[in-house]
C-alpha cells in the first residue's frame, strides 16, 4: 500500500548556480501539510531561484533532492505539476480577457473542460469575492482584484501546494489582509501555502520562515522562536563616533554593544532601564537612541551581520527571464 508523505515539501541539498555565481548554496528544509511557509530574504537572497526551481521552472544545479507531493521534483516533474499551482510575482493575466475567460483558459491546460470547468471556476471566484465581476474585463480591475484572479488561477485545479512569489507585491493593505484571509483559510482546509517574501510584517505572519541571505539558509523556526533567539529588548544607538563610543561602553559600563552599519546595537532585558544610564553616562555624544522589542529584522542582523536590505536582484543576471502563463 503507497504510503502517503509526511510533509509536503522536503528540500536536501538544493544548489544552483548562474555561470561560476552561486545563488544556492545547500538548502535544506521541509514543510508540513497544511503550512504557511515563508522565504524571507533580501532580494539577492536567493529566494526567486528557489521558487523557480521548486515551481519545476529550472533545475538546479548539483546533485539535489526535491520531493513534493511526495514525487521527485528531479525525475517526476509532471507529477508535481498536478499537485501545486503557482502564483507568479509578474502578472499572467490576459487584460482583454474577463475573468472567466482567463480561469477557461487555465483551466484547459491542466486539462479540464465541460461542466466540472465550470464548477471549478465558479467555485474559485466565489472564493476570491469575484463572482459578480465574472464576466467583466480584468484590464478594469484594480491591482488588489487582479491578484485575486491570479490566485483564482493557482488554485483551478484544485492543487495540494500553492507556490507563491511575493504575494503581496503592489497591493494595498486591505488587498493584503485579504490575501492572508485566503491562505489561512487553505491552510485549515488542508492546503499548503510556500511563499517568497521580502516583507518582514508578511514572514511574520507565517506558521514557520526560512530566513536567506546571499543562497544559504541562516536560520529556520516559528517567527516568534526566531525572536525570542535575541532575547530581551534592543537597544540602538547612533552616534558620530561609534567606534569610539563602542569602546566606551565596555569599559565605563561594562556593556558589549555590537556595530553594524554605523549604529551600535546593546541587547538587554529591561532596556528602557538602561537607556537612561547611557544617556547620562555620555551627554551630547548620542544622536538617537531607542528601546524595541526583538523583530525579525533584529534576527537577521544577528545570524548575518548585516541589516535586511533590498537592491537589484545579482542572482538574476544571466538567468531566463520569468515563465508567464503555462504553469
Known amino acids: 500500500m503507497f504510503a502517503a508523505p509526511q510533509n509536503a515539501v522536503d528540500v536536501a541539498e538544493l544548489s544552483h548556480s548562474y555561470g561560476e555565481r552561486p545563488a544556492l548554496r545547500g538548502l535544506a528544509f521541509s514543510v508540513k501539510k497544511g503550512e504557511i511557509f515563508g522565504l524571507l530574504g533580501p532580494n539577492g537572497g536567493g529566494k526567486t531561484t528557489a521558487f523557480r526551481i521548486l515551481s519545476t521552472l529550472i533545475r538546479p544545479s548539483g546533485t539535489a533532492r526535491v520531493t513534493i507531493a511526495g514525487f521527485e521534483l528531479l525525475t517526476q516533474p509532471q507529477e508535481v505539476r498536478r499537485r501545486i499551482g503557482v502564483v507568479f510575482q509578474a502578472p499572467s493575466l490576459d487584460k482583454k480577457l474577463t475573468a472567466y475567460e482567463n480561469l477557461m483558459h487555465q483551466g484547459h491546460l491542466y486539462g479540464l473542460s465541460g461542466p466540472d470547468l465550470k464548477d471549478r471556476i465558479a467555485h474559485v471566484l466565489e472564493r476570491v469575492k469575484l463572482a459578480d465581476r465574472a464576466n467583466e474585463y ?3 480591475f484594480s491591482g488588489g482584484m487582479r491578484r485575486r484572479v491570479e490566485l483564482a488561477k493557482g488554485l483551478l485545479h484544485s492543487p495540494e501546494i500553492l507556490l507563491l512569489d511575493e504575494p503581496s507585491t503592489g497591493l494595498d493593505p486591505g488587498a493584503r489582509r485579504d490575501l492572508w484571509h485566503y491562505l489561512e483559510q487553505l491552510s485549515r482546509e488542508g492546503v499548503t501555502s510556500l511563499l517568497t517574501t521580502h516583507y518582514m510584517e508578511e514572514a511574520a505572519q507565517c506558521h514557520r520562515i ?3 541571505n546571499k543562497g544559504e539558509l541562516v536560520a529556520l523556526d516559528t517567527p516568534d522562536n526566531l525572536r525570542a533567539t535575541i532575547g530581551g529588548d534592543v537597544i ?5 563616533e561609534p567606534e569610539l563610543l563602542q569602546r ?12 553594524a552599519d554605523g549604529s551600535l546595537r546593546i541587547e538587554r532585558e529591561n532596556g528602557h532601564e538602561l537607556i537612561v544610564r547611557i544617556a547620562q553616562a555620555f551627554p551630547g555624544r548620542i544622536e538617537s537612541i531607542t528601546c524595541s522589542k526583538p523583530t525579525l529584522d533584529d534576527v537577521f542582523l544577528r545570524r548575518t551581520g548585516h541589516r535586511f536590505w533590498t537592491e537589484a536582484e545579482p542572482e538574476l543576471a544571466g538567468a531566463a527571464p520569468k ?4 504553469r
Open 138 to 140: 480584468v484590464e478594469t
Open 210 to 212: 526560512g530566513i536567506l
Open 236 to 240: 540602538t544607538i547612533v552616534s558620530r
Open 248 to 259: 566606551e561602553l565596555k569599559v565605563r559600563l561594562n556593556l558589549d554593544a555590537s556595530l
Open 323 to 326: 515563465r508567464e502563463g503555462r
